[in-house]
């Protein structure tokens, strides 16, 4: 941007400089001292205007560096906040898978000593009772399990539901902020464009 300002006051001024010298020409065909002044003075002004003009231009285009550099700074603050609360969703889930494991391993574990206790029974009675308590037992494990399946499929789904609303809230405020910052090079510009 300071280069393309650069070359925009270059031209101008030079157009500017051309117009004097065809004005001075036009006037006069001999050497005019007063008529040289003029011109010096007329070059002058105009070129400490332009001085002005592009020194408004180059701190215009340090501050929209500075917004630009904030702008980053915020995205990626919030990229890293993004990272942690992933991070820490998975920590979650291992956590939640680990002890899913170890339910399992102790309800194995109770299957295993059941079975033998079972395997002792003699009596009829005794089997009826240890098969009605079997059945108990498995309905027990059976919702326990069903309970830890939706209780991680819903830590799932709601993690998934936060991932994808921070990546496109994180899209949206990137693309507003650099849209807003585009439309506001591209007013600066055009006011400067039209002024001169």
Same mark, same amino acid.
């Given at each position: 941007?300071?280069?393309?300002?650069?070359?925009?006051?270059?031209?101008?001024?030079?157009?500017?400089?051309?117009?004097?010298?065809?004005?001075?020409?036009?006037?006069?065909?001999?050497?005019?001292?007063?008529?040289?002044?003029?011109?010096?003075?007329?070059?002058?002004?105009?070129? &400490?205007? /332009?001085?002005?003009?592009?020194?408004?231009?180059?701190?215009? #285009?340090?501050? =929209?560096?500075? %917004? !630009?550099?904030?702008?980053?700074?915020?995205?990626?603050?919030?990229?890293?906040?993004?990272?942690?609360?992933?991070?820490?969703?998975?920590?979650?889930?291992?956590?939640?898978?680990?002890?899913?494991?170890?339910?399992?391993?102790?309800?194995?574990?109770?299957?295993?000593?059941?079975?033998?206790?079972?395997?002792?029974?003699?009596?009829?009675?005794?089997?009826?009772?240890?098969?009605?308590?079997?059945?108990?037992?498995? &309905?027990? /494990?059976?919702?326990?399990?069903?309970?830890?399946?939706?209780? #991680?499929?819903? =830590?799932?789904? %709601? !993690?998934?539901?936060?991932?994808?609303?921070?990546?496109?809230?994180?899209?949206?405020?990137?693309?507003?902020?650099?849209?807003?910052?585009?439309?506001?090079?591209?007013?600066?510009?055009?006011?400067?464009?039209?002024?001169?």
């Amino acid at each position: 941007m300071e280069g393309q300002c650069r070359n925009t006051l270059g031209d101008v001024l030079s157009c500017r400089v051309a117009t004097h010298f065809s004005s001075f020409r036009a006037k006069t065909f001999l050497y005019d001292a007063p008529a040289l002044e003029a011109l010096e003075r007329a070059l002058l002004v105009e070129m &400490r205007e /332009l001085a002005k003009r592009f020194l408004q231009l180059q701190t215009t #285009v340090e501050g =929209l560096t500075g %917004d !630009k550099a904030k702008l980053q700074q915020q995205v990626q603050t919030m990229s890293m906040e993004k990272d942690d609360r992933e991070r820490q969703w998975q920590s979650h889930v291992a956590d939640t898978q680990r002890q899913l494991h170890q339910s399992q391993v102790r309800m194995q574990m109770q299957v295993q000593l059941w079975e033998r206790e079972k395997g002792m029974l003699k009596s009829q009675w005794e089997i009826d009772v240890a098969e009605q308590r079997q059945a108990a037992l498995d &309905r027990i /494990l059976q919702d326990a399990a069903m309970r830890e399946e939706r209780h #991680v499929r819903r =830590l799932k789904e %709601d !993690k998934n539901i936060e991932i994808e609303y921070m990546r496109r809230h994180l899209a949206f405020e990137k693309d507003t902020e650099l849209s807003m910052l585009a439309n506001q090079l591209s007013r600066r510009a055009h006011q400067d464009m039209e002024a001169k």
